[in-house]
């Protein structure tokens, strides 16, 4: 069964700390992104990638970056986590061709107190 | 449980009924759309799609409508099951990497 696994369902971190969230796909796909999902605003775009060591900037990107070393983990980093990233984070991978969707993990569920 | 979906649209439907889930998209120039699944918990799923050159497509006890002068996509769901239970939201894609997802619909199925 193909899957896109995030390593943590729920976390819980302070103010200023440094977030690393994790997310693996094991189908090979060529794009993997990151968004997060709050409600009332849906799903919105962070940082994707379309190959190993690319990145691109999304509709949200401040204070976050992102890192693709190898091809199946695409990590999400905050660098000094704030209140209001308190969210649902969602990775997703696709092929090269995007059609057909999305791949989507099963979302880390972050709270900065 | 989830928080996401506090403030969504709900649509409280009896087991056995038809259900139909509306939603607006954005951009005249999209030309592939798809509808996903997200139960409480878990990532979302694709149910169906449908390309800009169709009206309607079918699945297994879903269909997807599509009316490009309104600019409006439909899911209906058949003989709705308490498993249908569930946030339902539509993307759309312009021939891009990159999909608009709508805010998404919670479907609540009474028994």
């Known amino acids: 069964d193909v899957k896109v696994t995030q390593s943590s369902r729920y976390l819980v971190k302070r103010t200023g700390e440094k977030v690393f969230l994790e997310c693996v796909q094991d189908m090979d796909h060529e794009n993997m992104f990151w968004y997060r999902q709050d409600p009332g605003l849906g799903l919105r775009l962070i940082y994707f990638s379309y190959d190993v060591k690319m990145k691109e900037k ?48 099963s979302g880390t569920r972050l709270t900065v107190v | 449980g989830e928080s996401v979906g506090l403030h969504l649209p709900t649509l409280s439907v009896q087991e056995g009924d038809n259900s139909i889930i509306n939603c607006a998209y954005s951009n005249s120039a999209s030309d592939y759309f798809i509808w996903y699944k997200q139960e409480s918990g878990k990532g979302p ?67």
Request: aromatic share 10%; net charge positive; hydrophobic share 35%.
């Open chain 1, 58 to 105: 999304g509709d949200i990107p401040e204070g976050y970056s992102v890192s693709r070393e190898k091809k199946e983990r695409f990590s999400l980093i905050l660098e000094s986590a704030s209140t209001n990233q308190t969210s649902m984070y969602l990775c997703a991978s696709a092929p090269a061709t995007t059609l057909r969707g999305y791949t989507f993990g």
């Open chain 2, 45 to 111: 799923q694709f149910i169906i799609d449908i390309r800009s050159n169709m009206d309607k497509r079918q699945g297994q006890r879903v269909t997807v409508l599509l009316n490009k002068t309104v600019k409006h996509l439909s899911l209906q769901i058949a003989a709705t099951q308490p498993g249908d239970s569930a946030v339902y939201f539509c993307a759309e894609n312009a021939g891009t990497y990159k999909y608009i997802f709508g805010t998404g619909t919670r479907l609540k199925v009474l028994a």
